[in-house]
């Protein structure tokens, strides 16, 4: 099975510009800025604390299903609607709209994550907008970056690009969530405690109640045949 990082340097490939594909290549594999800052290795990173994605390589699972959901409503706005869209501005902007993420997020003794010292004091998307100006990206992925969160950006999507990297990012976020604190709400309800749960084992404790009840749930939680 390959990585996500293997993935992701797949979809890399596929940008057709040259000088953008070394860009964001660059940018992903080596994320360095101006701020005299701790980063978490990409690869561990989660994509939050809490709301979606937030465990050890949540961030690197989060851009995969982010890529894959704007490259297949690419396909939908040629193929469905007949539109024209920029997939090398769409693919960059999926790749890096959380990358920053490696510098606000701080693994805590407890295992889990909580704001770093930078991340309390500017977000992931500020800190990306600047990196990619002063890395002289285009301004089309600049705009991207600092819409992806759609009505709660800085600024709302004004291209098909920027809103289709920010409805992949809502989408798969959503996902995440939900099916994470629905996992965690029926392990509590069928062993009495709290787990921290990855996305897979989230998605095989919903699958297990919907087809065999709580005792399944049980089960899984207890690490019980």
Do not use: W
């Not at 990585?3 to 992903?28: C, F, M, P, T, W």
């Not at 709660?152 to 291209?159: H, L």
């Amino acid at each position: 099975m390959k990585g996500d990082l293997q993935v992701i340097n797949e979809y890399i490939a596929l940008i057709k510009n040259r000088k953008l594909r070394s860009k964001v290549e660059e940018l992903l594999h080596d994320p360095k800025i101006a701020f005299n800052a701790d980063r978490l290795p990409i690869h561990e990173c989660p994509a939050g604390s809490y709301v979606h994605h937030s465990y050890k390589g949540g961030l690197m699972e989060h851009t995969v299903a982010v890529v894959r959901l704007a490259v297949t409503l690419c396909d939908i706005v040629s193929e469905v609607y007949g539109g024209r869209i920029d997939r090398d501005t769409v693919i960059a902007g999926a790749i890096l709209h959380d990358v920053m993420k490696c510098y606000v997020y701080a693994l805590q003794d407890d295992g889990r994550y909580a704001s770093s010292g930078l991340g309390e004091k500017i977000d992931h998307l500020t800190l990306l907008v600047a990196e990619l100006y002063k890395r002289d990206f285009p301004l089309e992925v600049l705009h991207v970056a600092a819409s992806h969160h759609g009505d709660q950006s800085p600024i709302k999507p004004k291209t098909l690009e920027a809103l289709v990297v920010s409805l992949a990012d809502l989408t798969d976020s959503e996902l995440n969530r939900n099916v994470l604190r629905a996992a965690e709400y029926l392990a509590r309800s069928a062993a009495g405690k709290e787990v921290r749960l990855s996305s897979r084992e989230a998605m095989e404790i919903v699958k297990a109640k919907s087809e065999e009840g709580l005792e399944a749930v049980r089960r899984l939680v207890k690490g019980e045949k």
